[in-house]
């Protein structure tokens, strides 16, 4: 390891040695202060926020299907239809994806991503219409790397899930239940890039697809 390198990590692992507790007491204040604060300047949204959202989707290169709950199994097969890619899937979980009826014809697999996996269908914590972007918490059956890996990514979303702005998302995150997910990942459309020649490259660091199956009714 290089002399640099240990004096950063020296430095981090000081800082956090040396770093307040966590007490009851400290806790206590941060919830406060958090609960207390207010949001600065925020954009005006129109009461249809599902509208928006897929506009807003749709704007960074993304797609979408409107179907109801019993149709979530034959809106991804439609999808990949189309793309002619086999119905191989790494299945995440969620409260709709965890009822899905899958025809025989689909493969589901329930892992962590690898590099030559295809596709990924996933459930989304929330969606944020003001930017079109979706939350994904990861967990046990909700593996991050299928948020990376795969070159297709299907996310499920309920409608009921979708939020105006980004702060609304958050206030969501800091009401789960316990210590909450290890990682939160906030995905805005396919990954992309304009380092090479300055021409828009999709696949970057992610998949090449993002499409949504937006479930229109509630449980």
């Known amino acids: ?12 692992r ?69 793309l002619d890619i086999p119905p191989v899937l790494l299945l995440g979980g969620g409260v709709i994806l965890d ?22 269908v996933s459930e989304a914590f929330a969606g944020i219409a003001e930017t079109g972007t979706l939350v994904m918490l990861s967990g046990a059956d909700r593996p991050s790397s299928h948020n990376f890996l795969p070159d297709d990514h299907i996310i499920v979303i309920d409608r009921a899930r979708i939020v105006g702005l980004q702060e609304d998302a958050w206030t969501w ?18 990954s992309k890039t304009g380092d090479i020649e300055q021409t828009i490259q999709y696949g970057a660091h992610g998949p090449r697809r993002v499409h949504l199956v937006v479930v229109e009714d509630s449980a």
């Open 99 to 120: 009822q899905v009826q899958w025809p025989q014809e689909v493969v589901i697999e329930r892992r962590q991503a690898q590099k030559e996996d295809r596709v990924a």
């Open 1 to 12: 390891m290089s002399d640099a390198r240990t004096e950063i990590l020296g430095a981090v």
């Open 173 to 190: 995150v800091r009401g789960l239940p316990g210590r909450g997910p290890r990682a939160i990942q906030l995905i805005t459309g396919p």
């Open 14 to 82: 000081s800082a956090l040695e040396s770093g307040e507790p966590r007490t009851a007491a400290h806790l206590k204040e941060l919830k406060a202060r958090i609960k207390q604060s207010v949001p600065h300047v925020q954009p005006q949204l129109d009461d249809d926020l599902l509208s928006q959202f897929c506009g807003k989707h749709v704007a960074v290169h993304g797609t979408y299907e409107r179907v109801e709950r019993s149709e979530v199994a034959a809106a991804v097969l439609r999808h990949l239809k189309g």
